[in-house]
T-cell receptor, first 111, second 113 residues
Framework: QKEVEQNSGPLSVPEGAIASLNCTYSDRGSQSFFWYRQYSGKSPELIMFIYSNGDKEDGRFTAQLNKASQYVSLLIRDSQPSDSATYLCAVNMEYGNKLVFGAGTILRVKS | EAGVAQSPRYKIIEKRQSVAFWCNPISGHATLYWYQQILGQGPKLLIQFQNNGVVDDSQLPKDRFSAERLKGVDSTLKIQPAKLEDSAVYLC???????????FGQGTRLTVV
């Protein structure tokens, strides 16, 4: 079992729709969860972090965490073509205290 | 506030040669990470430092890769000798502490021919 798993996609949504990106993790004791956006040829850019169960909203982005299900998601409302990128989920593993990334989900927003 | 600095941005070497990458983290950040990102894949953690101690290096190919973080500030990652499969982007990131947000440098694109 991979430590952090994401659907590779691509996920295609029309402009203005809600994009939903999902991530599961293996270490039940993990405490810190992050979403990064990576444009082609660029380095990852932090867009959201969440530490507690529930929802956290920042502008058009909402991160959702369910520790019991070992599941974290990112919702992007009113998706724009500029949101087209690879979205990486990262988890700070309780075991080893290391920051592990998933393989990323490619998002395509069509105008 | 200055971000994470990495150099060089690009490097092309022949197989069996050696190469070194440098990283200067954000000031005051205790945790420093080196990742390898192969095209189409997520970043793979090579080594994680807390100050000048190693937190995790379980995926560092120690027969050819080495890394150090002297004085708990900047860091170098070395590959000797390089193989074709080492062609990738090498990303450095830093965070205030182990569980806080990590910020990335621009990366070094290595091509081994």
């Amino acid at each position: 079992q991979k430590e952090v798993e994401q659907n590779s996609g691509p996920l295609s949504v029309p402009e203005g729709a809600i994009a939903s990106l999902n991530c599961t993790y293996s270490d039940r004791g993990s405490q810190s969860f992050f979403w990064y956006r990576q444009y082609s040829g660029k380095s990852p850019e932090l867009i959201m972090f969440i530490y507690s169960n529930g929802d956290k909203e920042d502008g058009r982005f909402t991160a959702q965490l369910n520790k019991a299900s070992q599941y974290v998601s990112l919702l992007i409302r009113d998706s724009q073509p500029s949101d087209s990128a690879t979205y990486l989920c990262a988890v700070n593993m309780e075991y080893g205290n290391k920051l592990v990334f998933g393989a990323g989900t490619i998002l395509r927003v069509k105008s | 506030e200055a971000g994470v600095a990495q150099s060089p941005r690009y490097k092309i070497i022949e197989k069996r040669q050696s190469v070194a990458f440098w990283c200067n983290p954000i000031s005051g950040h205790a945790t420093l990470y080196w990742y390898q990102q192969i095209l189409g894949q997520g970043p793979k953690l090579l080594i994680q430092f807390q100050n000048n101690g190693v937190v995790d290096d379980s995926q560092l190919p120690k027969d050819r890769f080495s890394a150090e973080r002297l004085k708990g500030v900047d860091s170098t990652l070395k590959i000797q000798p390089a193989k074709l499969e080492d062609s990738a982007v090498y990303l450095c990131a830093s965070s205030e502490q182990v569980r806080s947000e990590a910020f990335f440098g621009q990366g070094t694109r290595l091509t081994v021919v």
